[in-house]
């Protein structure tokens, strides 16, 4: 077993609502091709081990790992896909390093959200095909359900709720790749239309397109290679039941245990003490007040009244999603663990530009599957 | 344990039985639409045959020509040098003689799927398409074939733009 | 710094039908249950769960591993799918190894599945979209197209004719006839049967390719201290290997699979293997259709190039020869259920290893096996090399 594992390198291309210059692959190789510069690494020479993260009815490939290596220079290497979000492939590098095997490993993921033209149409297919399908609802339906239920049980409000996007956007507004940065008020969110109500179609994040690649190391190669590796101090991942009939609505318990893990790894017992700053996912605003309190940042109906307070702002005690968040860099698919990352990464680092937040240490990123999912992920990381 | 096991789960089901209704299913068909970005080097490629060109792309380190072209060789990860037109001649590295189509209905007529390797191109660099013109039990692997085209009207940047290729005899 | 060990120490299985009564749900519940049954473990066990399965079209689920995760007992456990095509049910093994290697895991559950029936009205429609969207799926290909093609170009290089192929089919079809999970096991066929039987895609006839079914196979992974407490009969994984060449099949040599090859090599330096063909008592390659399985030895360095038929001739490769090859029927004979296919030859190399085959039982207490899988676009090889 190996010690500490670091991200050494970053590397993105994309982060547009489209992105018709670019096939998916040469999306792919920008990425890629920035990430190995920043870590100081050939990928033919140096990077032993590949992985990536996708969904067959994403691509429309199936497969679609056939057509992963070519672009990420993995071709003739060990290389392969997790169907998960990035936060798994992140995941992924972190354990094969670990296992004392490999000691650099990419990591790459990425959105064409674009090219699919039925985005509903696909993810109607991911409902049970027997018994919630038929039903031919718009897989919305689980969103504005469990933001309901999450509602009830909480007491939080959809004010709070349009707070989240608010702020998010706002964010936006600072970060270069972020498309949907927009100064709006609580009124402007709360009067567009419903989308599966009490959801709204401005809660909720618009696809985007973009590809990012990350560089794993050993503690050994990261000291060697690295002026600011990021050390991962924890990564969990969690399922809940997939059945919509039999899951607990009112929480996100694969937040919970996925957090659980990630803080018995870092050795953490007070997150709110000891992170300084979060990225969790917010594919629909109230996600992100659930996503907080499943984290262990605040109580259970708490989360909506700091966001109100401004405690989650960019200059408040908790920074959350500085980085614009889903709602401002947009929905980027299987990529969207990779994208809450990348700003933990670049914030750590000290070069997050315009949106630098001071005095951090400690970050995490937390990312959901989206709907009809009860699948996530978290990851610490430090400077 | 294999040995020590009884009896294996698992109910083998006939076609009969679905079809009797004496299991019940239900059919749907996904409404998945897709519109990909072809790209820098696959719209070269595209626009190539439009115009009744195969380009293939050159990387000056690796020395090496392939089909069809991208903008990055995968060997040395650097971008290619340039596009270069091939020949629409070449040879037959593999092929074979198909008795069901895609979806696997049974057909009469085998069709003829054949890798070609393209002139102009590295060696063993090709592209799969079909082989028409000849009796199927003619085709040899090595056998030198040219491509044959849709009229320039009908062409619309598609692979299908070629419409096989036939035997052809002559050097290139 | 050394490496963690990590076991195989329970295993489990469905039968490999053409078209099951249960969901794939079900499926992967069954297998798992058996599995955790056979080392008498329970689901309070497992600390985290892999799932193999192969393409979401099959099933016509998207996100299928999410939608999968229940019956694999994934519920409120940190639950990945991994995916490398055919490969994967070679791989997905691959995964409970790292998972427990790193250190974050001491027991894992490993499961693939495979629901082909649910595409209508046949499993190989689904195949069109493995092709490239814009170079190739205009052509309308078809699966059988690039295994014909593979096939003749290896056929064509080495002067190998349609009889030498077809004795692994009448091997593994015959050897499948012990398997109480089989679909296809058959004591009587012969060369004659394969080389009569219907031509799919010259030079492929239809008892050369293994047959599209539905089953789940699953296995238990523990770390060295656990496996020991659990059972006195572990079967370790001593190496792990996999690779992926380039998507531009049309631009390689598709007579010799290298990708394979890197996967071996990767394999037998971590089992610290310098000499295969003395080291390996039994092997499991890929073998959905007849010439891979000839194919895969050559890549694995156990026969050399266009050689691999001969030791068929020879009857080397037969279970009681001196290097059984698919002893447990292969794909040919016990079906061909994409992941759970591959993750079926680890069980299978788990029984024989601990002399529990019954009537598969390879003689002289063999100590190690090779597993091997492939997939893709003709692409990619993932190996498991096991020891007691």
């Given amino acids: ?383 | 344990m294999s040995d020590k096991i009884s009896t294996y789960p698992g109910t083998s089901l006939s076609e009969k039985e679905i079809r009797d209704g004496k299991v019940l299913s239900i059919q749907d068909q996904m409404p998945g639409k897709f519109s990909w970005d072809t790209g820098i080097a696959i719209g070269k490629y595209l626009a190539g045959l439009k115009d009744g060109v195969i380009f293939g792309s050159y990387c000056a380190t690796c020395r090496r020509t392939v089909v069809p072209p991208r903008t990055i060789c995968e060997w040395c990860f650097q971008p290619m040098d340039r596009y270069i037109p091939l020949e629409d001649t070449g040879i037959v590295n593999t092929f074979s003689l198909c008795y069901v189509t895609w979806d696997v209905r049974r057909i009469k007529e085998p069709e003829t799927p054949a890798v070609i390797e393209i002139d102009g191109a590295s060696s063993l660099h090709g592209i799969m398409h079909k082989l028409g013109e000849v009796e199927p039990q003619e085709i040899k692997i090595g056998m030198r074939v040219k491509a044959v085209w849709k009229s320039a009207e009908m062409r619309q940047g598609a692979i299908t733009d070629i419409l096989y290729f036939k035997p052809h005899e002559g050097s290139h | 710094m050394s490496m963690r060990k990590v076991a195989v120490v329970g295993a489990g299985m469905t039968k490999f039908v053409r078209r099951a009564l249960e969901t794939g749900k079900e499926l992967s519940w069954q297998a798992s249950s058996m599995a955790l049954q056979s080392c008498e473990m329970t689901m309070d066990d497992v600390e985290a769960v892999c799932l193999g399965t192969a393409p979401d079209a099959f099933d016509g689920v998207h996100m299928n591993g999410e939608y999968l995760s229940d019956g694999a007992g994934a519920w409120r456990k940190p639950y990945m799918r991994s995916y490398v095509g055919g490969g994967t049910g070679v791989f997905v093994p691959i995964q409970g190894w790292y998972h427990v290697a790193s250190g974050l895991f001491d027991v894992v559950l490993v499961v693939a599945e495979e629901k082909m029936s649910s595409y209508y009205p046949h499993a190989q429609g689904a195949f069109l979209t493995i092709f490239d969207h814009t170079t190739e799926r205009a052509l309308k290909p078809n699966l059988l197209w690039i295994f014909a093609l593979e096939m003749n170009r290896y056929m064509q290089t080495y002067g190998i004719s349609k009889e030498d192929i077809a004795q692994v089919a009448v091997k593994n079809k015959r050897n499948a006839a012990d398997h109480p999970s089989a679909l296809l096991g058959d004591p009587n066929i012969t060369v004659e049967d394969v080389l009569n039987s219907e031509v799919l895609a010259w030079p492929v006839n239809r008892l050369d390719v293994s047959p599209v079914s539905d089953g789940a196979v699953a296995i238990v992974l523990a770390a060295e201290h656990v496996a020991k407490r659990i059972t006195d009969k572990p079967v370790w994984i001593e190496g792990v290997g996999w690779n992926l060449d380039t998507a531009y099949w049309t631009n390689r040599d598709l007579a010799y699979p290298r990708y394979v090859e890197y996967a071996a090599r990767m394999a037998y330096d971590m089992a610290g293997i310098k000499e295969p063909r003395k080291q390996i008592n039994i092997v499991e390659p890929y073998d959905p259709f007849d010439y891979k399985e000839l194919h895969h030895m050559e890549g694995l360095l156990l026969a050399d190039r266009g050689e691999a038929p001969q030791m068929v001739a020879d009857g080397v490769t037969q279970r009681d020869g001196d290097m059984p090859v698919c002893p447990s029927g292969g794909l040919l004979g016990v079906g061909n259920p994409i992941a759970a296919a591959g993750l079926m030859k680890i069980a299978e190399l788990f029984w024989q290893l601990r002399g529990e085959a019954g009537n598969r039982q390879v003689p002289g207490q063999p100590t190690r096996g090779l597993a091997q899988a492939w997939g893709d676009l003709m692409q990619v090889g993932t190996v498991v090399i096991m020891g007691r």
């Fill in chain 1, 1 to 383: 077993m190996s010690d500490r594992v670091a991200i050494i390198g970053i590397g993105w291309s994309g982060f547009r609502p489209v992105t018709p210059e670019y096939s998916y692959k040469e999306l792919m190789y920008e990425a890629a091709r920035r990430a190995y510069s920043d870590a100081g690494v050939d990928p033919r020479r140096d990077i032993e081990s590949f992985v990536t993260v996708a969904e067959d009815f994403h691509e429309g490939t199936s497969i679609f790992d056939e057509y992963t290596p070519d672009q990420l220079g993995a071709v003739l290497k060990p290389m392969h896909t997790i169907t998960g979000d990035g936060l798994h492939g992140l995941a992924t590098a972190y354990m094969l390093i670990k296992t004392g095997q490999f000691s650099l490993v990419a990591v790459e993921g990425h959105s064409k959200a674009s090219n699919l033209l039925t985005p509903d149409g696909v993810t109607a297919y991911a409902q049970d095909p027997v018994l919630n399908r038929p039903l031919r609802m718009n897989t919305h339906f689980v969103g504005g359900m469990e933001m309901n239920r999450y509602l009830y049980e909480s007491g939080s409000t959809q004010e709070q709720c349009a707070q989240v996007v608010v702020k998010n956007r706002s964010n936006a507004l600072e970060n270069p790749s972020a498309p949907f940065g927009a100064d709006l008020s609580v009124e402007d969110i709360l009067s567009g239309p419903p989308l599966s109500w009490p959801l709204g179609v401005r809660e909720t994040a618009e696809h985007a397109d973009g590809a990012i690649v990350m560089v794993l190391a050993s503690e050994e190669k990261a000291k060697v290679l690295s002026e600011t590796p990021v050390w991962i101090l924890g990564a969990g991942w969690s399922n809940d039941s997939p059945g919509l009939e039999n899951r607990d609505w009112s929480s996100a318990n694969y937040t919970k245990n996925a957090a659980k893990m990630a803080y018995r790894q870092a050795g953490i017992y007070h997150p709110y003490q000891t992170i300084d700053f979060a990225e969790v996912s917010d594919i629909y605003a109230y996600k992100e007040l659930q996503s907080l309190e499943e984290l262990g940042f605040f109580q259970f109906g708490e989360a909506g009244l700091v966001t109100e307070e401004g405690l989650t702002h960019k200059d408040g005690d908790f920074p959350v999603n500085v980085s614009g968040g889903c709602l401002g860099m947009g929905n980027l698919l299987d990529a969207n663990g990779l994208a809450r990352a990348l700003e933990i990464v670049l914030q750590l680092r000290g070069t997050a530009g315009p949106r630098q937040l001071e005095g951090i240490n400690v970050g995490l990123a937390h990312s959901w599957r989206g709907v009809p999912t009860a699948s996530g992920a978290v990851m610490i990381m430090s400077n």
